[in-house]
């Protein structure tokens, strides 16, 4: 089955600076690889999102990359806030012919905003 | 409209008791899942059934079995509670596999 790895499992940052959550994704035929995140006794929610057919997507301060030969993609969030403060989780899905299996996630990244 | 609906809130069990987990979405999703979330484990895919008549298990199946009752409505059942199933499930649903998924506000679980 698929594997996730997410690095950091902790981030610290100054506000206003740019925090960068690195993952790495072991099967070559995932296809969908979206970023969610998790705040504190609150359920994840999707902030972004890529498929396999695109490099790089924007939403206003956070943007996703994906390298399909390194099967590695990230997370850029710019101008961090202290609503930025979270768990954020990168998660791979494979598509095969029969169907796709669910999603698999990393095991999460704490980003910490300091004022 | 509610989204996804999960039943209990907290839930405190002895070792061996059974109990099911309720959820149910009324946004007309195709795909549901259940999830357990641990410390420093991320989220880790217990069952899901990608359309209803359809159930398969994910990474961590064993010791739960699972209910596509109709197209809003998947329940979790745990036949004999274990101290290593405690942890936060959520349910999750989404319009076909590969879409924005949509959780559930979790199930905090603990098996003494």
């Known amino acids: 089955g698929e594997n996730v790895e997410q690095h950091p499992s902790t981030l610290s940052v100054q506000e206003g600076d740019s925090a960068v959550i690195k993952c790495t994704y072991s099967?070559?035929?995932?296809?969908?690889f979206p970023w969610y995140k998790q705040e504190l006794g609150k359920r994840p929610q999707l902030i972004i999102d890529i498929r396999s057919n695109v490099g790089e997507k924007k939403d206003q301060r956070i943007a996703v990359t994906l390298n399909k030969t390194a099967k590695h993609f990230s997370l850029h969030i710019t101008e961090t806030q202290p609503e930025d403060s979270a768990v954020y989780f990168c998660?791979?899905?494979?598509?095969?012919?029969?169907?796709?299996?669910?999603?698999?996630f990393g095991k999460g990244t704490h980003l910490i905003i300091q004022p | 409209n509610a989204g996804v609906t999960q039943t209990p809130k907290f839930q405190v069990l002895k070792t061996g008791q059974s109990m099911t987990l309720q959820c149910a979405q009324d946004?007309?999703?195709?795909?549901m899942y259940w999830y357990r979330q641990d410390p420093g484990m991320g989220l880790r895919l217990i069952y899901y059934s990608a359309s209803e008549g359809t159930t398969d298990k994910g990474e961590v199946p064993n010791g739960y079995n699972v209910s596509r009752l109709n197209k809003r409505e998947f329940s979790l059942r745990l036949e004999s509670a274990a101290p290593s199933q405690t942890s936060v499930y959520f349910c999750?649903?989404?319009?076909?596999?590969?879409?924005?998924?949509?959780f559930g506000s979790g199930t905090q679980l603990s098996v003494l």
């Open positions: 946004m007309n999703h195709n795909s």
């Open positions: 998660a791979a899905l494979r598509g095969s012919g029969g169907g796709a299996d669910g999603l698999t």
């Open positions: 999750a649903s989404e319009t076909r596999v590969g879409e924005k998924l949509f």
């Open positions: 099967d070559s035929a995932s296809n969908y």
